[in-house]
C-alpha cells in the first residue's frame, strides 16, 4: 500500500460493508486511498492515520457518498463499474498508474493474470506487476484482486487477511477467466 499521502487536506470516512468496516480516504482531487477491513474499527483508523498522516475523520460530502454506496453494493455481489471514480495519483510513478489502469478496466467477476497485464503494458515482467499492485492504495477501486496467477493459483494480496480476502472478494462477484460456462453453471 501506498505511504505517501497527497499533498492537500485529507479526510476518511468509515462504513460497512459485508466485508467488514472499510475507510475511504478522499481530497479535493478525488480518492487518495481505500482501506478494506482491519480486525477493528480502531485498527482500521490507525492503518489510515500511518498511511495518510494528519487525516481527519469528517462525514462524506455527496459525491463520496456515492462512491461508498457502490463499494457497498459491490461487495453485496453488485457488478459495479467503478472505473470514474476520480483518483487522486499525486505521487504514485508511472508505471504504477499503468498497471492501476489496466487493472481499472478488468470488470466485475473476471481476472487476468499478472502475465496478461505485463503483455498489455508491453513488458514481459509479471512481477513488477505484482509489486505495482501490492504498493495499489485504492484497493476496490483499482481492483487488484482481480488479477491473479497464471498457473490458477491467486498470487498475493497485501490487504488484512492476505490471499482468504482475495478469494472472498473474488467468491463474491462470481469472478471467472472467461466466458465459459464453470461446473456450476452447468448443474441445472
Same mark, same amino acid.
Given at each position: 500500500?501506498?505511504?505517501?499521502?497527497?499533498?492537500?487536506?485529507?479526510? $476518511?470516512?468509515?462504513?460497512? !460493508?459485508?466485508?467488514?468496516? *472499510?475507510?475511504?480516504?478522499?481530497?479535493? %482531487?478525488?480518492?487518495?486511498? =481505500?482501506?478494506?477491513?482491519?480486525?477493528?474499527?480502531?485498527?482500521?483508523?490507525? %492503518?489510515?492515520? %500511518? %498511511?495518510?498522516?494528519?487525516?481527519?475523520?469528517?462525514?462524506?460530502?455527496?459525491?463520496?457518498?456515492?462512491? !461508498?454506496?457502490?463499494? !457497498?453494493?459491490?461487495?453485496?455481489?453488485?457488478?459495479?463499474?467503478?472505473?470514474?471514480?476520480?483518483?487522486?495519483?499525486?505521487?504514485?510513478?508511472? =508505471?504504477?498508474?499503468?498497471? $492501476?489502469?489496466?487493472?481499472?478496466?478488468?470488470?466485475?467477476?473476471?481476472?487476468? !493474470? $499478472?502475465?496478461?497485464?505485463?503483455?498489455?503494458?508491453?513488458?514481459?515482467?509479471?512481477?513488477?506487476?505484482?509489486?505495482?499492485?501490492?504498493? &495499489?492504495?485504492?484497493?476496490?477501486?483499482?481492483? *487488484?484482486?482481480?488479477?491473479?496467477?497464471?498457473?490458477?493459483?491467486?498470487?498475493?494480496?497485501?490487504? &488484512?487477511?492476505?490471499?482468504?480476502?482475495?478469494?472472498?472478494?473474488?467468491?463474491?462477484?462470481?469472478?471467472?477467466?472467461?466466458? &465459459?460456462?464453470?461446473? =456450476?453453471?452447468?448443474?441445472?
Amino acid at each position: 500500500m501506498q505511504d505517501q499521502p497527497s499533498h492537500h487536506a485529507a479526510f $476518511y470516512t468509515l462504513f460497512e !460493508t459485508s466485508i467488514g468496516l *472499510c475507510g475511504l480516504a478522499w481530497n479535493e %482531487r478525488g480518492v487518495v486511498g =481505500f482501506q478494506l477491513p482491519e480486525d477493528s474499527p480502531s485498527k482500521t483508523r490507525a %492503518r489510515l492515520a %500511518r %498511511r495518510f498522516p494528519g487525516i481527519v475523520e469528517a462525514p462524506p460530502p455527496s459525491d463520496i457518498q456515492g462512491i !461508498t454506496a457502490d463499494v !457497498t453494493a459491490l461487495l453485496q455481489g453488485d457488478a459495479r463499474d467503478l472505473s470514474a471514480v476520480p483518483l487522486d495519483m499525486d505521487g504514485v510513478p508511472d =508505471f504504477d498508474r499503468r498497471v $492501476y489502469e489496466i487493472a481499472r478496466g478488468i470488470p466485475p467477476g473476471r481476472v487476468l !493474470t $499478472y502475465g496478461e497485464v505485463a503483455s498489455r503494458l508491453g513488458i514481459n515482467n509479471a512481477r513488477a506487476i505484482g509489486q505495482a499492485l501490492g504498493r &495499489n492504495p485504492f484497493a476496490i477501486i483499482v481492483p *487488484c484482486h482481480r488479477v491473479v496467477a497464471a498457473d490458477g493459483k491467486l498470487g498475493g494480496f497485501s490487504a &488484512n487477511g492476505g490471499a482468504a480476502t482475495k478469494r472472498r472478494l473474488l467468491a463474491i462477484e462470481g469472478a471467472r477467466r472467461d466466458e &465459459n460456462p464453470t461446473l =456450476f453453471d452447468l448443474i441445472s
